[in-house]
């Protein structure tokens, strides 16, 4: 990423707490701090209850933080209500995992693409035909698909119209939670594609939250891995691969992909469970599973650091 970037939204140090059975707290998200540029993607990876939509849905504005600030260009949004927050909201949009889910099955293509718009006042009644076809076009779909109903259409093409509702507000930030997890391996990597020159045309930052490392390093031009609610390491996702260099990156990674793989060896992956968000322990979130654990890391919890240009970890290791 060059520094050049123009920063637009920026969480710093976000923490989100939820209240547990038996007066225990849940900790979902821990001094979580990560930037997104105009015209980047940032891929937050990790496994299932991390914190990622957690974190995504702090960052448009569906819950608050209970610690940190957002800031979108410079001014915190954690606080804004009322139709301050309401305006806000179209600069960052978002597009779910399962848009079956997320659509009204009574409405048509048409009025499910245009209902953001009409809300804001930005078309008029009769426009809304042209405007459909405008973005189905966008997204690569016929623009007859207008009047379709989501339940006469398949998943990826249902994921391209929750794509093409979230570009007809025009925002500088869309974010993409599994957006693409439900679907079939080569129709996932078609919506990444259309992602990718979406975001070249219009030069949109893209969060993209996936569990697939494999597949965001593909792409993201920042990836954050996260686990247990902390950030443990970020850098570019083309050096995932050959530079990660915490221990956890480096056990998901080998898990799932190694070109040069020798086929002689176990393929190492994490062996137990990840430990409950409930019952964080003190020092280092990945000691119970890390295989180069230290005295230290069961005693002080290690901050993220920058240990080369673009890259950070959290990690006694390289401290
Ligand atoms: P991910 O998206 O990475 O799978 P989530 O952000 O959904 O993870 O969840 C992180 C943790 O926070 C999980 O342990 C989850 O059970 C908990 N959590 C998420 N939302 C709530 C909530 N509204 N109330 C209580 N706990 C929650
Ligand atoms: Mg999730």
Redesign the pocket.
Known sequence: MSETRELILEAKHVTKK?PASNGRT?V?NNDVSLNIYRGRTLGIV?E???????FMRMLVSLEAPTEGEILYHGRDITKLKGEALRQHRQHIQMVFQDPAAAFNPKMRIRDIICEPLLNFGRIKRNEKDKVARKYLEMVELPGDFALRYPHNMSGGQRQRVGIARALALEPEIILCDEATSALDVSVQKNIIELLVKLQREKNIALGFICHDMALVQSFAHQMAVMYLGNIVEVLPGERVAAGCVHPYTQAMMGAIFDPKMDFDKPIESIESEAPS?LDVPTGCPFQNRCDRCMEICRKEHPVLRQIEENHQVACHLYA
């Open positions: 939820y849940l979902a990790g299932s209850g991390c914190g990622k939509s957690t968000p």
